[in-house]
């Protein structure tokens, strides 16, 4: 089993960075990608950013490309969420996600809250 907390969630003003960390425990060996996803009030959750734990290749949201950088630090089972030039539309709850794609198995944190405003 997996677990995942996430932190580093807050107010932050326009233009301002935050980054967002992921512990994780449990058996990481399954675990073949590590994402974060946001939802906004009244929208669907999206992918914001994503790391195999194989090769570290990585994959961003239009959106926040070249403004956010995923990463992870196999020694403390911590993925990071670095996000820098932050605008009032990355205003969301941000979840960690883990993927366990040979059983199909989905693990998820509680979320943390982001909110960019002046």
């Known amino acids: 089993q997996v677990q995942l907390v996430e932190s580093g969630g807050g107010l932050v003003q326009p233009g301002g960075s935050l980054r967002l960390s992921c512990a994780v425990s449990?058996?990481?060996?399954?675990?073949?990608?590590m994402g974060w996803y946001r939802q906004a009030p009244g929208k669907q959750r999206e992918l914001v950013a994503r790391?195999?734990?194989?090769?570290?290749?990585?994959q961003y949201a239009d959106s926040v490309k070249g403004r956010f950088t995923i990463s992870g630090d196999n020694a403390k089972n911590t993925v990071y969420l670095q996000m820098n030039s932050l605008k009032p539309e990355d205003t969301a709850d941000y979840y960690c996600?883990?993927?366990?794609?040979?059983?199909?198995?989905?693990?998820w944190g509680q979320g943390t809250q982001v909110t960019v405003s002046s």
């Open positions: 996600n883990a993927d366990d794609l040979s059983n199909l198995r989905f693990y």
């Open positions: 449990g058996s990481m060996f399954r675990i073949d990608a």
């Open positions: 790391i195999t734990t194989s090769g570290g290749s990585t």
